[in-house]
């Protein structure tokens, strides 16, 4: 498959999975978390999806395009590993949705990051959110659903935010 293929699946992918996992939230409250704004793609998609969602972009350097940028209090700048540790004051509610688009071409780097957001994203999501990633995630508390109809495995990974268990005590 040439470059050119595989990115437009790739991108495909992306989309089909946005919509799927932005479909399943309609009667979940909380904010969306976007991480990656690059060119602002994916946050305008998930804007355009979820009109009425308050979306949290993070972002070590803007670089989109200039219609694509979150307003001041919900772009959250510098490195992920640092801002998302103190973001649960800023969140009114826990998050529906999360979408990652952290990786870069550094294959190594991309592991070690999706390996740390396994485990600081959970805390951040309600029971029942869903998280869509460019990278697999490893979580005990995230249920690895397949994409939807149509789209490889593998080429973007869906979860599903496992609900906590009612005591019987
Ligand atoms: C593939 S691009 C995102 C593309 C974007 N979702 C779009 O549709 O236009 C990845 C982005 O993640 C950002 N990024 C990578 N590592 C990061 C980190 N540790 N903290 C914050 N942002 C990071 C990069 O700066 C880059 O803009």
Redesign the pocket.
Known sequence: MSRLDSFIRRLEA?RACLEYAAGQIRDLPGPVL??????????DHLRELLPEREIFV????V??HPDCIPDPAHLIL????A?LPRIRLRLRSLAALA?L????GDAARNAE?AAWLSDALPPLLAAGAWVAS?QRLRAPALAEHPPPAGIAHERYFLYHHRVKQQSCD
């Open positions: 992306q976007e991480f990656g704004l690059g060119n602002g793609r994916t946050y993070f972002e070590r350097a670089n989109a510098g490195d992920v590993r801002t979408h688009d952290v990786g870069t990051l460019d």
